[in-house]
């Protein structure tokens, strides 16, 4: 099984088994898995959204795709769409969203305090407008979050971390934590 390390901003779909880990502070991973074509795809998205130009004449896809929520989200659910999906036969996974920075008081005056909580709120805001299922999820507190995501079956394997926030914007960059 071939391994990926997804980085923030980045998206994969596994269109045969692909086991892909990431490491998660304030950012958010949602998992898109169907069972029947037994494959996934997850992003790792740094930001709530972006408003990216739409083309009426098929999709275009803007350079940050991969660092919003929303835009990420809309390409899953159009590849998935593509290969004929419908929404109810998806399993939609959530994680990470942690607050990282737990001894500042959280302000709507700064966003970049509660970017989390953004991340979250734009991430499940899609989900109920689009209809889809959402089958786990573990997001917020004062953690980040290592997962591990296989394509073929759609499983999770997740580990709370606890970490200085140095610590965990270093291991965010990196993409990955040791000893999973």
């Known amino acids: 099984m071939k391994i990926i390390r997804l ?3 980045e998206l994969f779909i596994g ?3 692909a086991e892909v880990h990431t490491v998660l502070g304030s950012c958010v991973s949602i998992t898109f898995y169907h069972s029947r074509l037994r494959q996934g795809a997850i992003c790792h998205a740094r930001k ?4 990216c130009p ?3 004449s098929g999709l275009k896809i803007c350079r940050e795709l991969g660092d919003h929520v929303q835009c990420s989200l809309e390409f899953m659910l159009a590849w998935f769409d593509h ?3 419908s929404r109810q036969e998806l399993e939609v996974k959530l994680f990470g969203g ?5 001894t500042l008081p959280v302000s709507m005056e700064n966003p970049m305090l509660n970017m989390g909580k953004r991340n ?3 991430a499940m805001a899609f989900i109920r407008a689009s209809r889809l299922h959402l089958t786990a999820s573990d997001v917020s507190g004062p953690w980040a979050r290592q997962i591990v995501f296989y394509t073929d079956s759609g499983e999770i394997k997740l580990k709370r971390i606890r970490k200085s926030a140095q610590e965990l914007e270093r291991l965010e960059r990196l993409g990955r934590l040791e000893n999973l």
């Open 83 to 85: 290969k004929g999906v």
């Open 7 to 9: 980085d923030p901003g």
């Open 15 to 17: 269109t045969v088994p």
């Open 48 to 51: 709530p959204a972006h408003h």
């Open 120 to 122: 979250i709120d734009t």
């Open 98 to 102: 942690g607050m990282m920075f737990s």
């Open 54 to 56: 739409r083309s009426h």
